[in-house]
């Protein structure tokens, strides 16, 4: 490792003041000690606990990191039932396809930024070049490809072991491997390369063929030819040669659905919390620090369960009129401030401002309800105080949770949808100083307790908005103080 250029680095973190410097530091020298498959997918939130930080703070000092070239983004598109990485990205900009196929469970995947696109980090080659060979072996191989994030359940692995991998193979540009093996009767194998994403699938019938079978397969860089076979059971071999011009590697799984259907029912493939693509957006640091960020023109990435919060301000025209520009000017941009602040607390991102408004973006609706609480109380305490004309300043805040797309807009990532349309429109509805939240938005029981702790009533409502034709159920909460 370059100690030189890793102590320039954490240097060079040092001087952001919205960093912690014990922490900054800390970070520095765990780094300096870890081996090469640590510093390969970093995991921010693992990281914070293995090491007891704190988890919002460690998250804003890798995208630090990444800014400042000591990190490295890595955009991986995630199986959720076997956590196989199916592919992955430098940047978001990258991401091709609104889904993706797993060779390992020979499944298509949403491209769903709230669950199956994770966040990890590298340390960047000018600090150190990892030394990992994932062709080494089959261990190695699986842990290059398969999140760490994912943990098979114990009778998974031994029926793995014992069973269900039958071979595995790696093939240098222009060489040819064989695998041979036995198969009953309406048995399904798969040859799988993980590397390239590649699978063949084997479905034996019920017939039985007495002399050996030789099937000739040819590895493309995109694909395996043929990529299914049904085949009479018996004695089989597979003659593979690799037309690529590097290295490739392949699985032989025998697929037992009854069997594995049966482990996963009573053992639960155990994940562990990771940074997810919806998160990675809702980080007001990861908007600051990486404003331009661009889609593909016809991709829409598809982010589920994200709470989207509408601020507008009260009078805001009357207050450039009765106090002139520069005074009503200088207002608003510190109420800009205040709601900024309270965003990045509550784990939030302003996507977009709107004349005297905003357009946030949260990872839960608890975070959203807090923040939007934070922001009316903090408008209320600070910018009144320093009205020195007396023009009562407040917010009008509305939430919605749900379904978005993410788009390019002006050179940054945009949300749109019935989700955000809703949020506008029941923003719409608030006057100073309330909050109105949508009902699918609406945990009745935690959101009644929050709200009553700060002091604000609850009722219920039914109105029309706009582009919707059935009348909507949602919720006003004022401030009782």
């Known amino acids: 490792m370059n100690t030189s250029v890793i102590q320039q680095k954490i240097k060079a973190l040092l001087k952001f003041n919205i960093l912690d410097s014990k922490d900054v530091e800390r970070f520095g020298i765990i780094i300096e000690k870890l081996s090469d498959w640590d510093l390969f997918r970093i995991n921010p939130i693992r990281f914070a606990n293995d090491h007891a930080f704190d988890t919002k703070s460690m998250i804003d000092i890798f995208i630090y990191a990444a800014k400042i070239g000591m990190l490295d983004f890595e955009w991986d598109m995630i199986c959720p039932l076997c956590g196989a990485v199916i592919y992955n990205y430098d940047?978001?900009?990258?991401?091709?396809?609104?889904?993706?196929?797993?060779?390992?469970?020979?499944?298509?995947?949403?491209?769903?930024?709230?669950?199956?696109?994770?966040?990890?980090?590298?340390?960047d080659p000018s600090i150190e070049k990892l030394n990992l060979n994932p062709f080494a072996d089959v261990y190695s191989y699986f842990k290059y490809f398969i999140s760490p994030n994912f943990q098979m359940p114990p009778a998974f692995i031994e029926h793995y072991k014992l069973k269900g991998m039958r071979a595995f193979r790696t093939i240098n540009p222009g060489d040819v491997t064989e695998i041979t093996f036995s198969s009953n009767p309406n048995e399904l194998y798969r040859l799988i390369s993980l590397d390239t994403n590649s699978i063949l699938r084997l479905q034996f019938n019920h017939s039985i063929c007495d002399i050996s079978q030789i099937i000739e397969i040819d590895a493309l860089p995109s694909c395996l030819s043929p990529d299914t076979l049904n085949l009479p059971a018996g004695n089989i071999t597979l003659r593979i040669t690799n037309h690529l011009a590097r290295v490739t590697g392949f699985v032989l799984n025998f697929w037992d659905v009854v069997t594995i259907s049966s482990i996963f029912k009573d053992s639960p493939l155990k994940q562990y919390p990771f940074l997810t693509g919806k998160q990675l957006l809702n980080n007001q640091s990861f908007r600051d620090l990486f404003r331009i960020q661009t889609l593909p023109n016809d991709l829409r990435l598809k982010v589920s369960n994200i709470t989207i919060l509408f601020t507008d301000l009260k009078g805001s025209t009357e207050l450039y009129e009765k106090t002139g520009d520069m005074f009503a000017y200088n207002l608003v941009q510190r109420h800009f401030e205040l709601l900024k602040e309270s965003t990045k607390k509550f784990s939030g991102a302003i996507v977009k401002t709107i004349g005297d408004a905003i357009m946030a973006s949260f990872s839960t609706p608890i975070d959203g309800l807090l923040a939007a609480i934070d922001m009316t109380y903090k408008i209320k305490t600070k910018m009144n105080d320093t009205d020195k004309k007396g023009h009562e300043v407040a917010i009008k805040v509305g939430l919605n949770v749900g379904t978005a797309i993410v788009v390019t807009a002006n050179e940054t990532l945009d949300y749109f949808g019935q989700t955000v349309n809703i949020a506008a429109r029941v923003q719409g509805l608030a006057e100073a100083g309330e909050i109105w939240v949508a009902s699918n938005a609406y945990n009745f029981d935690t959101f009644n307790d929050i709200m009553q702790k700060h002091g604000f009533n609850i009722e219920k409502k039914s109105a029309y908005l706009k582009g919707v034709s059935q009348p909507t159920n949602v919720y006003k909460c004022y401030s009782m103080l």
């Open 91 to 123: 940047t978001i900009g990258e991401i091709k396809f609104d889904s993706y196929h797993c060779t390992m469970c020979d499944i298509d995947v949403k491209t769903d930024l709230s669950d199956f696109v994770e966040v990890s980090f590298n340390i």
